[in-house]
């Protein structure tokens, strides 16, 4: 679908984005926004993952911090425990699996990857929240989505303001790119985080003007899936907003989108196929 070719290195597997790729949702937490996302035993845990593979998923973004607005704060050691006992479990098992750790713990971050089979980081602070997660990120030099968001998530949508919001996040991520690209790091993914101290009028901007972020000239990654801006717009709630999700989707694809993040995997992947058919170079 898209001219010039580019890779994620994940180890033992490279990610063609020649094709959007589709990352599944898995928090294993008991207070995400989005009910049908929440995994808590082993069994619901594996079960997850199965089916999200089994649907296309070609990589798995496991996070026990929910960043829901307003979410309160926990633990290094209660989300520790979360995660990393689900991301070992789903390696041990599913061995096959390409799986990121969501967080913006360093010390998390690095033991997920180096001990439990982790093989990506997701950073919904891009290297704000721990001052040392890019070390960590330079010294495993594995595929790391940098995420901006304004604030923090009990203070983001506290009346967010920009000059032009797509100049301030490029602007934003200029930087942070340097130093990573400086430390040797090869593969940098960028988010430019819906509903992450946007307003629902930020994100609908944002969208339009999705295609911008090329110039940074890295994979994008979007996760719009059931967010506010979906179901307040449509006066429905998070369990209505599949398909204002798969409408929206399928716009950020058109746009430039390379990773799709979402709670519904096989919607996506179908949004993609039928993609691939109107734009199949």
């Given at each position: 679908m898209k001219g010039n070719p580019r890779y994620i290195n994940t180890g033992s597997d490279l990610l063609d984005l020649a094709v959007p790729k589709v990352m599944g949702i898995l928090n294993v937490t008991p207070d995400s926004f989005y009910k049908g996302s929440r995994y808590n035993t082993d069994e619901e845990i594996l079960k997850a993952a199965g089916k999200m593979i089994d649907e296309g998923a070609d990589i798995l973004d496991v996070g026990g911090y929910s960043s829901r607005p307003g979410a309160a704060d926990i633990t290094k050691e209660e989300e520790g425990g979360r995660v990393l006992k689900a991301i070992k479990l789903i390696s041990r098992e599913l061995p096959k699996a390409i799986i990121s750790v969501d967080t913006f713990r360093a010390n998390i971050a690095m033991e997920a990857v180096a001990e439990c089979g982790a093989r990506m980081i997701?950073?919904?602070s891009g290297g704000e929240a721990d001052a040392d997660m890019f070390s960590v990120v330079e010294k495993l030099n594995v595929p790391y989505i940098m995420m901006h968001m304004k604030g923090n998530?009990?203070?983001?949508q506290e009346n967010p303001v920009y000059d032009d919001i797509v100049a301030d996040i490029l602007k934003w991520f200029s930087g942070k790119i340097f130093r990573l690209r400086s430390a040797g790091v090869k593969d940098i993914i960028i988010d430019p985080g819906f509903g992450f101290g946007k307003s629902a009028d930020?994100?609908?901007e944002l969208l339009r003007r999705l295609g911008d972020f090329s110039v940074a000239g890295l994979p994008l990654m979007v996760g719009l899936s059931r967010k506010s801006m979906i179901w307040k717009t449509l006066g429905i709630t998070a369990e209505e907003a599949l398909n204002g999700t798969t409408a929206l989707n399928a716009v950020a694809l058109a746009n430039g989108a390379d990773i799709l993040r979402v709670?519904?995997?096989k919607e996506a992947?179908?949004?993609?196929?039928l993609l691939k058919r109107i734009k199949p170079s």
């Open positions: 997701n950073d919904i998530p009990r203070t983001m930020h994100n609908f709670h519904d995997v992947v179908q949004a993609i196929q």
